[in-house]
Every structure is written in C-alpha cells, then in structure tokens.
Antibody, heavy 121, light 107 residues
Framework: QLQLQESGPGLVKPSETLSLTCTVS??????????WAWIRQPPGKGLEWIGS???????YYTPSLKSRVTISVDTSKNQFSLKLSSVTAADTAVYYC?????????????WGQGALVTVSS | DIQMTQSPSSLSASVGDRVTITCRAS??????LNWYEKKPGKAPKLLIY???SLQSGVPSRFSGSGSGSVFTLTISSLQPEDFATYYC?????????FGQGTNLAIK
C-alpha cells in the first residue's frame, strides 16, 4: 500500500525558504503512471494546488507561486521536495504531498498526513 | 485560471438526510472533476473522480454527476461520519483549482 510522509521544519522565518520533503513508500516514484504533487491549506481556508512533478523532472506550478516555487525529485531516495522562497505569514499552512494520476482524471490519491509550517520570526 | 464555485458554502443536515452539493466551473471542464472529503486534522480523501466514478472503498451512498460546467455530489443517507468539509477540484487544465469548500454540519 502506497504511503507518503512529509518532513521538514515546522517554523520558518519571514523572507527565508520553506523546504519540505515527501518520502514515498510502498511504491516507486519512477512510475510512468503518476505525477507527484504538493497542495496546501492555510488555517481556516481551502485547499490550494501548488504544483506537480513527473519522475523525469518535468514540472507544473500554479502561476501565483511560480516565481517562488521549486519542486524536485530524487528517484534514488524515492522522494520529492518542495522549496518556497521569500515566505511571508501568508505561506503559513498545512502542506500535503500526494500522488497524482498522470492521465484520465488526474486524481490525487493517496495523500500524506500533512505538515504544518508556520512562518514567524 | 478556472474558477470553481461551490454551493452552499455551509449546510446543516441530520443523519439519514439526502444532501446535494453543487460545484460550478467558470468554463467547461468536460468531466475533469474530482470530489474530496476533508476532516479536521486529517488528510483529504478522494471520493469521486471523473465527475461520477466512485473511488474504491468509498461507500455507495456517495455519488457524483454532471459534465461541462455544473457538477453535483450527493450523499443519499447521511451517516455520522459524513460530517466534514467537501471540496471539488477541476483537473481540466493547470492550475488544478479547488472550490472553496462546503462545510457539512450536524443539525
């Protein structure tokens, strides 16, 4: 059964870079059937798709964050990562990683349990 | 970006009720519409994909319909564990936007 687990600092200072890693277990991140996605949910707000990466390294980002976001993949470690630069309090959120089907409905399943990242000095 | 609008934003219902949530897209998205259930402190859970296909393991009281720009999620008989927030998401084009959510509360 595929599982995903987010890891990284829970507290980041304003203007610094948020870094999270998602470790995939129970399956290969190199599967041609899936992308790997990051989604976030600010406190009291809705879900926001941040972007996705294919095992080959091709990426898609949401335009509102594109200038600050980098998603990368490490197939040797079965991990993918999120970096968000120049963070502000508005980037405080629970960050989720998820597997995204690469065709058909592009559904997100399963998801990691989420990692709360607070931006504060 | 494609805008997704859910209605209502919140609703109260009782166990056993039939409930319908609507999701409207700002343009046609064919059937590229998925529904998720979100409970506090838990990861979102996929319920319906491709507008009307029930995800494996999801109870049959959940159903989805629609195509083009108007979609619905129906719960035929509410159970206590169904009180949660429900989100639609379009995957017709990036960025894959979500609706604002519908909070389903106990009456």
């Amino acid at each position: 059964q595929l599982q995903l687990q987010e890891s990284g600092p829970g507290l980041v200072k304003p203007s610094e870079t948020l870094s999270l890693t998602c470790t995939v277990s129970g399956g290969s991140i190199s599967s041609r059937t899936f992308y790997w996605a990051w989604i976030r949910q600010p406190p009291g707000k809705g879900l926001e798709w941040i972007g996705s990466i294919y095992y080959s390294g091709s990426t898609y980002y949401t335009p509102s964050l594109k200038s600050r976001v980098t998603i990368s993949v490490d197939t040797s470690k079965n991990q993918f990562s999120l970096k968000l630069s120049s963070v502000t309090a508005a980037d405080t959120a629970v960050y989720y990683c998820a597997r995204q089907r690469s065709g058909g409905s592009f559904l997100l399943d399963p998801w990691g349990q989420g990692a709360l990242v607070t931006v504060s000095s | 970006d494609i805008q997704m609008t859910q209605s209502p934003s919140s609703l109260s219902a009782s166990v056993g009720d039939r409930v319908t949530i609507t999701c409207r897209a700002s343009q046609s998205i064919s059937s590229y519409l998925n529904w998720y259930e979100k409970k506090p402190g838990k990861a979102p859970k996929l319920l319906i994909y491709a507008a009307s296909s029930l995800q494996s393991g999801v109870p049959s009281r959940f159903s989805g319909s629609g195509s083009g720009s108007v979609f619905t999620l129906t719960i035929s008989s509410l159970q206590p564990e169904d009180f949660a927030t429900y989100y639609c998401q379009q995957t017709y084009s990036t960025p894959y936007t979500f609706g604002q959510g519908t909070n389903l509360a106990i009456k």
